[in-house]
């Protein structure tokens, strides 16, 4: 554990905000820096336990997924090199781990995109045969291929609340007719060519989720992180399976383990005994190996 980092302690800037994962820090009036932290959130709680590198793996998977998607929606990072914004006895905190970013009115929903059924829609299914409204064929199974990705959004929860499934009415209700429109195209888009691009590498992105903002011009951008194994489900091609949850190379080790530990979901989080966290550690490290070579 003395090599993760847990929590930044950046004196050179103002702090904005903590969230789950990431670190918030005011540059100046159009920028900010975001330090992604070796904290790990699993059902909306932050865990007391880190996962060491987990950031600075985040971090490149990212900023890989940023350049390669760039030519479908433009992402809210300058280019500037974090260490130049923070002191000289600070840049440690911040290297591999952090990117400035421009200061964008993010949008109150969490678009994801789902192409497989698994997860929370997987039990939305076996309810009542739908995932946020969208009508599925009868009798899929568990792991099942979707039979086209489906736009699923859902609302944006604080620290230690859990985020709320919604239908495509209730998003145009937040975003409006347009914009609703506008964001589901776009992480449709998004989540097309990453799944063929990681097919090709032997994984299957199951699902993933993406945030979005609007720049001073109104445009949508691409925020936050990007298909990373906290925003989405990695499954290895050769050990799919239908009817089964495959293996993945994400935080699912984790959400299976806290499930069996029968925690309540409800904060404050059980630490993480060191075979998990090492497992874990190992898992996000072979998605970045898989995905960017």
Not at 37 to 54: E, Q
Not at 241 to 257: C, H, I, L, T
Not at 267 to 274: E, S
Request: aromatic share 8%; glycine share 8%.
């Amino acid at each position: 554990m003395a090599d993760a980092l847990f929590e930044t302690s950046i004196r050179s800037l103002p702090l904005i905000h903590r969230g789950k994962v990431r670190d918030i820090y005011a540059v100046d009036a159009r920028r900010m820096l975001l330090v992604t932290t070796d904290r790990l959130s699993a059902f909306d709680v932050v865990l007391p336990t880190p996962i060491p590198d987990k950031g600075r793996v985040l971090t490149a998977v990212s900023n890989f997924w940023f350049g390669k998607l760039a030519h479908i929606l433009p992402n809210h990072l300058t280019g500037e090199a974090p260490e130049s914004v923070v002191a000289a006895d600070e840049r440690d905190q911040v290297t591999g781990r952090a990117v400035v970013a421009w200061r964008l009115r993010a949008l109150p929903v969490e678009a994801i995109v789902r192409g497989y059924l698994v997860g929370s829609g997987w039990k939305d299914y076996q309810r009542n045969g739908m995932i946020c409204g969208i009508h599925l064929p009868d009798r899929m199974q568990l792991a099942d291929r979707l039979p086209e990705p489906i736009f699923t959004p859902s609302t944006k929860a604080a620290v230690g609340e859990h985020d709320e499934n919604i239908d495509f009415e209730r998003c145009q209700a937040l975003l409006g007719k347009e914009m609703a429109d506008q964001v589901r195209t776009a992480a449709l888009a998004l989540y097309r060519e990453a799944a063929e691009y990681a097919a090709g590498r032997g994984i299957i992105i199951a699902d993933t989720k993406f945030e979005f903002g609007l720049d001073g011009a109104g445009r949508l951008t691409l925020i936050d992180e990007a298909l990373t194994p906290d925003s989405s489900r990695f499954w290895p091609a050769d050990r799919y399976r239908v009817g089964e949850n495959p293996p993945s190379f994400d935080k699912q080790y984790v959400r299976d383990w806290l499930e069996a530990t029968g925690w309540d979901k409800r904060p404050p989080g059980p630490a993480l005994p060191a075979e998990v966290v090492a497992r874990t550690a190992e898992k996000y490290a072979e998605a970045l190996r898989r995905l960017t070579g």
